[in-house]
């Protein structure tokens, strides 16, 4: 058996959970103060994901850059292979808030900032 | 009165130095209450450090939503728009001169020329300069390699260019992390967060990055010196005890192409500083009354310039209540108050803001505490105010909200402290 001791970060509360896992099943999550906190627990140690933010460089724009983000979370273990796909593109001025720029493995990747 | 009659002028209600996020509510807020006013920014873009701090985590009270810096920035940039503000980018303010309350006038210079501003009031919201390497004490080679987080951050996520391959990071504040994580995303090495106080600066949420690319934080450490030809090739990092004083023998050398200092930050005031503007030690930036106007008549204050935030949307907040000062101030030639409350800092408070109350309005109190603690109560004894946190710590800021009546109850000052519930 596994105990996982993190910060609980969903909100400015920060309780201490505890989760305990035996052969890849959670088997209890103590300390969280309401149903949010354990949800994100046991996501947190049976698949962590994250959104990602970077930069793609934009020609044409006001800036060289465009800063970007994952639509949704991606698992954590696939960011490296996110930023470098990231890494290899490259777009076009102009760019709005909120475009779709590029899409990886059915996550659309949006711009953040205007170009 | 014309004090550079070479000068071509310009006359408004308000000038609102800095275009960042303190800068675009106040303005946006002062052209709401029928105030004519002009926004000036150094920068070429709208926005503040906004545009360069890609990761989320902005406007989750202001605008009820988690937003990245950029997009905080454009929501704001909108609201300017649509009412019509006037602005100026790449407009860097040279001097504020102040001849009377109602008459002062702002020098800046521009791609088309040099400018005067005549105004009745002013709001100075330039945010904060980053403290450099020499400040914190680092010695050694002067080389290159050396960035503050600031600067490293604008050149990643401005103009895509990564400054190293190899990190150490001097600070475990938010800012610090999130540089971490930067330059993990983009491949680079982060040998390490050398951290000064026994526990790390930042948000939990920001804590766990170091977890998420196994970054190793060194708590209770300091980073005393710098070698390298040409470029940063290793940092010394030695203990220091609880006094904060070196551990002897206690040296490590940890081999790294760039150093990156995120040691904090410090209101910009100087061009304050220069007419007089009273500053507190404890905050760096200026002693205020609850309308955020200095102890200068006319002269306001918001964002980082104020106090350092660590939420923009206290930022934009002030901002606001600046407007909303200088409104009061013009429509009437200045703010009165028959008494002023003085708010004093208690046990466990390192700084607080505002300084002064009137108790004629609601306030929202800034404060921040000296360490972390537990379990805790943040009391003002004079008006038997408590309130119960589980929590504080030094790198978050707490916000309490006073109503008029209450503070009315006290008599001459107000003592915030935080102590074991
Ligand atoms: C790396 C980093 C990460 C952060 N992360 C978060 C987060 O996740 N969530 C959150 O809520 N907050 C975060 N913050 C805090 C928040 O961004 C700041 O508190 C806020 O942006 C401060 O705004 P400001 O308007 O006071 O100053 P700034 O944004 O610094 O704007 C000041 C402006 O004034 C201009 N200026 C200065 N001097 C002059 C002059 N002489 N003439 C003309 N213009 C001038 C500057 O060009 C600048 O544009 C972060 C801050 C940093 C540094
Ligand atoms: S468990 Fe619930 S209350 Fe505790 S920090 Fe997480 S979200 Fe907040």
Redesign the interface.
Known sequence: MTTYR????VC???CAIEVEVKDGKVLEVKGHTCPRGKEWAVQEVTNPR????????VEGG????V?V?TAEPVP?EK?PEL?KFLAGIKVKAPVK?GDVVAEWEGIKIVA???A | MEPFPEIPMLGYDVVVIGGGPAGMAAAARAKELGLSVLLLDENDYLGGILPQCIHSGFGIHYFKEELTGPEFAARLAKRLVELGVEYRTAARVLEIRNYSDLEKVVIFTSPSGVYQVWAKAVIYAAGARERHAFEIGIVGDRVSGIYTAGEAQTLMDIYGVLPGKEVVIVGSGDVGLIMARRFALEGAKVKAVIELMPYPGGLARNVMILKDFNIPLYLSHKVVEVRGKGRVQRVKVVKVDENINEVPGSELWIEADTLVISAGLVPAVKKLKKIGVEIDPATGGPVVNDRLETTVPGIFVAGNSLVINDLVDYVAEQGELAAEGTKEFIDNGGIESRKWIKVEKGSNVRLVVPHYLSGERDVYLYLRVARPMEDVELRIPEIGKRLKLPVVKPAEMIRLKLKAEEIQKANKKLTVEVVKA
């Open positions: 993190f910060i609980c970060i400015p509360l920060s994250r959104v990602v933010m970077s930069v793609v460089p006001a800036l060289p850059t800063s983000k954590k960011i930023m808030i953040t900032r205007g």
